[in-house]
């Protein structure tokens, strides 16, 4: 979600707030029954409020509108903090809030903070029998086995980004049941959707935020608006304006599970996009309408303090809250058989909390798998060194940071849109793309302070690195190429992406990559699209049929990358072992970067692969050892096979603003 880069170095000492000493003392309760439990005989209710003087439970017949049926006060457990209410029999069907007495005044009715279906809009919890919200053959459903981090493949994709253009080809255009589609074509009859990436061979799909969010009104889904949804408002329960009929709490529940099933039986794992670091409003957030005060961090004289750059930061170091991050995704992992997570600002979260996310997750299922980005968009009163930052990524085990160095040296600074990098011919970003190229690992051939952001090696391995080069956030990759070559054709552009991503998807750590970008996709110069029509941001598949010869270029590279071990090593010490650097004079042939994997790196097949990244705009002449080398990429040209034809080494010409590839 955000694009300001502030990380320990930049940020003052920070430190907790006296006003939020007061929270230390809170009981804290972490029972599976918040904030409902239901049996054939009753069902029970228990909502978390230390402080409050009295609780009302209000129950509904409906989503939305009219009166309660029954009001029920709560009694208080002040061992623990909560108060509870038990009512005879299953109440499925049937809606619920909250009312908190605090400070002698009644607040706003709520539904908690911890219901797992709503109704319209998330104003009211929703009480529905999660079995029968299955697809059939759920028990059965998995997502793809996954041996290690660096073996993913990720594709960041939005929901109606996919199906909305006319040239998706889908039914459910903008839905859950979009996504799930399979065979559908565009104009020219090619694949998209699901079946696009299939056939692209990406991994797992990074699903954006997709749990109830605040922007949309779900009550008119004519108006077809659109926002990225980093604004939570019921973190525990789907998105409505995804599902067939957003008033149905059942409906959207199944539909999301359905879409997940649909692409775990394509073999694709599904990520999805947290937002535990802020809330969407203030003091009419869930949270402080239960706990006022309790989850957000403040500073001196009271006022939120906002490291997330929208109005407020929670607190994961106070107990509940901890507690909450960890329960939640727990729930999303169980429940809906989510294989990872992507949190966002993820700095803003202390690195105590993120370890126990990584540790609570992987005894659910080993082969899950955490990351997020490594900063925060403001200040906070968190301690630098307490902080889940990509400096601090080394004492969080099981978790992953992005690579913004790789991301900046390669396509140059993503705050400025004419500023060139490495594949745009500008000189000065060899060293960052060797950072990056590493994985961010101390290695002896690697000067770490003459990198452009990173002075030191921060990750203990490549597992705690994600290598990309554009995401949601920002310009596409497209727009940032069109605005900083400006005077260069289109064909031009495609060789700097095509080279960008195979700096990135040969590089040690987990790539990722942005939704159609393999297609040559845009955004019409859009750096913010995050409440953009879809005019600007519906992904127009045809585009598939005019760019073909940039798919397949991605398509190879996926194949290449996961064919050969080489490029997924697992530890800094085969790192440091197997991927030796050529001593390149970079004052005489700037944006030059070549190097080999040796010695049948990983256990591949290739006793040697050697990468030759020419970023400037005329070709050059590198000297390569003598031998019988087979051609895996040359002058803009892929084949994983390495049918692209032989040479015996020696002097050879790397095309401008392109990689070679050879291996014997």
Known sequence: MATLLLTGAALAAGAQSHFDDRFLSYPTYNGSDLELAVTPEATRFRLWSPKAEAVRLNLYNEGTGGRPYKTVEMKADRSNGTWTAELPGALYGKFYTFEVNHDGRWLAETPGVWAKAVGLNGQRAAIINMAETDPEGWNEDRGPAVKSFNDVIVYEMHMRDMTMHPTAGAEHKGKFLGVAESGTKNSAGEATGIDNIKELGATHVHILPSYDYNSVDESHPELNQYNWGYDPLNYNAPEGSYSTDASKPEVRVNEMKQMIKALHDAGIGVVMDVVYNHTASNDDSNFELTAPGYYHRHREDGSYSDASACGNETASDRQQMRDYIINSVKFWADEYHIDGFRFDLMAIHDTETMNQVAAELKKIRPDIFVYGEGWTAGDSPLAPERRALKENVAKMEGVAVFSD??????????????????????PGQEETVKIGIVGATAHPQVDYSKGNNSKFAYASSPQQVVNYVSCHDD??????????????????????????????????????????????????????????????????????TAHHDQFDYYRELIKLRKEHPAFR????????????????????????????????????????????????????????????????ATDGKIAADGSLGTTNGGKINVAHRSATILAR
């Open 405 to 426: 160095d790789i991301r900046d040296a390669i396509k140059g600074h993503y705050s400025n849109e004419e500023a060139p990098g490495f594949v745009q011919g500008a």
């Open 475 to 544: 310009l596409t990759l497209t727009d940032k190429l069109r605005k900083s070559m400006p005077e260069a054709t289109d064909a031009e552009r495609k060789r700097a992406a095509r080279l960008a991503q195979t700096i990135v998807f040969t590089s040690q750590g987990t790539p990722f990559m942005f939704a159609g970008e393999e297609i040559w996709r845009d955004k019409k110069g859009v750096h913010n699209s995050y409440k953009s029509p879809d005019s600007i941001n519906a992904i127009d598949w045809d585009l598939k």
């Open 569 to 632: 090593m697992n530890s800094a010490e085969q790192v440091a072992r197997h991927l030796k650097f050529d001593d390149l004079d970079t004052e005489k042939t700037p944006n030059l970067v070549s190097y080999s994997l040796v010695d049948n790196a990983n256990g591949d097949t290739w006793k040697e692969i050697k990468l030759i990244f020419n970023g400037a705009d005329e070709d050059r002449i590198v000297e390569v050892p003598e031998g019988d080398w087979k051609i895996v």
